[in-house]
């Protein structure tokens, strides 16, 4: 089944910083890579970063600059450093995964099938 669990999130001034956590647990398959997304209030819910399974990872051109995701694979934990926050960033974050069956290929553009509960982030002018 899988579980992902967020924490990290808060209420800050703009301009500071938070740093996500995502704790992955329980999955049985393999990890073609894990990343962020956020919903605003009234908005779709957006890509933020990916972190394949090889490192490599990607943003979106809203945090490209200010957010780097980073991993723990020994603890099987993904992190979201965010610095320089906007007001434009308050949504709920949340984490995602996409795990396919052992001996699978990967997709190459890979969408998540796992998905946090998410963790407010609100920041304040």
């Known amino acids: 089944q899988g579980q992902l669990v967020e924490s990290g999130g808060g209420s800050v001034q703009s301009g500071e910083s938070l740093l996500l956590s995502c704790a992955a647990s329980?999955?049985?398959?393999?990890?073609?890579?894990m990343g962020w997304y956020r919903q605003a209030p009234g908005k779709e819910r957006e890509f933020i970063s990916h972190m394949n399974s090889d490192g490599t990872t990607t943003y979106s051109d809203s945090v490209k600059g200010r957010f780097t995701i980073s991993q723990d694979k020994v603890n099987n934990a993904l992190y979201l450093q965010m610095n320089s926050l906007k007001t434009e960033d308050t949504a709920v974050y949340y984490c995602a995964a996409r795990i396919v069956p052992f001996f699978t290929v990967c997709p190459v553009n890979w969408s998540p099938n796992m998905w946090g509960q998410g963790t407010q982030v609100t920041v304040s002018s």
């Open positions: 329980e999955y049985t398959g393999r990890r073609c890579g």
